[in-house]
C-alpha cells in the first residue's frame, strides 16, 4: 500500500516568516495530494490540494508543489499569522481496486509566535 | 463548511457501557470513514464504507463496528468501553464525482472525544 512521510513534526516560526512542510509518498500512481489543517478541537478541514497533471497550486498565502518524479510535495505558507497556527497533515490518493484510497501523514504541529 | 456532522461532541462513560457515536452527512456522499486519532496526532482508519450495506474495516485493528443501512449514517458502536478506548473519532466523507468531475476530497466532521473511566 501507499506510505506517507511528513516532516516536520513540529515547526515554531515568528509572525510574518514562512513555514515549509514536506511529505513524500511511495506509490507513483497517487495522482491526488490534499493537505489539511486542524485547528484545536475541530476536525481537519481540506485547504488546499493539487493533482499529478499539475506542478503548483497556489491560493493568497497558502502554495503547494509536487515533484512526481521524487514523489514528493510541500505546503509552503508565507507571511504566517497567529492563526495559521495547528497541525497540518498531507495525504496521498491512489487506487485500491476499483475506489481511491487517502493515506495521511502523520501531521506537522505549526506554532507561529507573535 | 462541510455539512458532516457527530454526536455526541464529547462523552465521559464508565468502563463497560455500550455507546454508540453518530456520523451524518447531508451531501449525498457515497464514501463514510471512521478515524482514531491518538494523542500524537496521527489519523489512523477504522472503518470504511463505500455505500449503503458495504462496510470494511480500516488500518488500525479495533474492537468498533461500523453500520451502513442508510447513505447518510455511518454509525461506530462499541460493545463494552474500556479506557483504552479513550481517543477522538472523526468521522469522514467523500465520493468520488462531485459536479461532473472527479474528486477524493475527504470532509471531516468536528470529531467525539471519548473518555472512558
Known amino acids: 500500500g501507499e506510505n506517507v512521510e511528513q516532516h516536520p513534526s513540529t515547526l515554531s516560526v515568528q509572525e510574518g516568516d514562512s513555514a515549509v512542510i514536506k511529505c513524500t509518498y511511495s506509490?507513483?500512481?497517487?495522482?491526488?495530494f490534499p493537505w489539511y489543517k486542524q485547528e484545536l478541537g475541530k476536525g481537519p478541514q481540506l485547504i488546499i490540494d493539487i493533482r499529478s497533471n499539475v506542478g503548483e497550486k497556489k491560493d493568497q498565502r497558502i502554495a503547494v508543489t509536487l515533484n512526481k518524479t521524487a514523489k514528493h510535495f510541500s505546503l509552503h505558507i508565507t507571511e504566517t499569522q497567529p492563526e495559521d497556527s495547528a497541525v497540518y497533515f498531507c495525504?496521498?490518493?491512489?487506487?485500491?481496486?476499483?475506489?481511491?484510497?487517502?493515506?495521511f501523514g502523520k501531521g506537522t504541529l505549526l506554532t507561529v509566535n507573535p | 463548511e462541510a455539512d458532516i456532522y457527530q454526536t455526541p461532541r464529547y462523552l465521559v462513560i464508565g468502563t463497560g457501557k455500550k455507546i454508540t457515536l453518530e456520523c451524518s452527512q447531508t451531501?449525498?456522499?457515497?464514501?463514510m470513514y471512521w478515524y482514531q486519532q491518538d494523542p500524537g496526532m496521527e489519523l489512523h482508519l477504522i472503518h470504511y464504507s463505500y455505500g449503503v450495506n458495504s462496510t470494511e474495516k480500516g488500518d488500525l485493528s479495533s474492537e468498533s463496528t461500523v453500520s451502513r443501512i442508510r447513505t447518510e449514517h455511518f454509525p461506530l458502536t462499541l460493545e463494552s468501553a474500556r479506557p483504552s478506548h479513550t481517543s477522538q473519532y472523526l468521522c469522514?466523507?467523500?465520493?468520488?464525482?462531485?459536479?461532473?468531475?472527479?474528486?477524493?476530497?475527504?470532509?471531516f466532521g468536528p470529531g467525539t472525544r471519548l473518555t472512558v473511566l
Open positions: 469522514a466523507s467523500s465520493t468520488n464525482h462531485w459536479g461532473g468531475r472527479f474528486t477524493d476530497t475527504q470532509y
Open positions: 495525504a496521498a490518493s491512489f487506487k485500491g481496486g476499483s475506489n481511491y484510497k487517502l493515506t
Open positions: 506509490d507513483s500512481a497517487s495522482n491526488y
Open positions: 451531501m449525498g456522499h457515497d464514501k
